[in-house]
């Protein structure tokens, strides 16, 4: 394995973990800001991965979509699907889960990821299951379209918060992760149709180790 990928292995932060005994933690609610604007979803294969089927489907955003965390503000890059979900609730997956990719001035990464539960069928998870593309490494760009993707998150109460990796490589750490409890509903045709997409590109979980999972309520 290329050594740019060592931490992948020899990471002792690394993520997904499964998400339990979190210690709560009185805070601040998160402020995200985020905009509709052109975006372009890509159905990408990794040109090298640790997963047996490592694609996504990613979308791609235009500037000028921040969210606030710990009174940092980091600008929304990306975001992508993995089915199952890559972190799990005292051991349970979730079908899917969203990860939002953010990036501070300074270069720091926050992820927030939100998992997909199975339920009433949902107008904005379709729209994107709509523009999809059918074709693996195809690349469709809407422009003045627009993902609303405030709507892609629904509202919480609280939050899982620790410091993890990149979950494909390099598996950088120092990744500031936020995963909220509280899912995005869509409904088993829509799950199914998605999964006819993409299915299998969750990384393993990793041990927690010496870390801390706060769960922040406001
Ligand atoms: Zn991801």
Known sequence: MDSDYALCDSG???????????????????????????????????AVDLLDNGHTIQITYDAGSTIEADGVIYELVQFHFHAPSEHTVEGQHYPMEMHFVHQAEDGALAVVGVFVAEGEHSEVFQGLLDESPSQSGAERHLEGVGLDVDAFVPEQTEYFRYMGSLTTPPCSEGVRWIVLPNPLVVSAEQVAAFERLLHDNNRPLQPIGERQLDLIQY
């Open 12 to 46: 002792v932060e690394q993520s997904p973990i499964d998400l339990r005994n979190a210690t709560v933690v009185e805070g601040a609610s998160l402020e995200p800001e985020y905009r509709a604007g052109a975006v372009s979803i890509a159905r990408n294969e990794h």
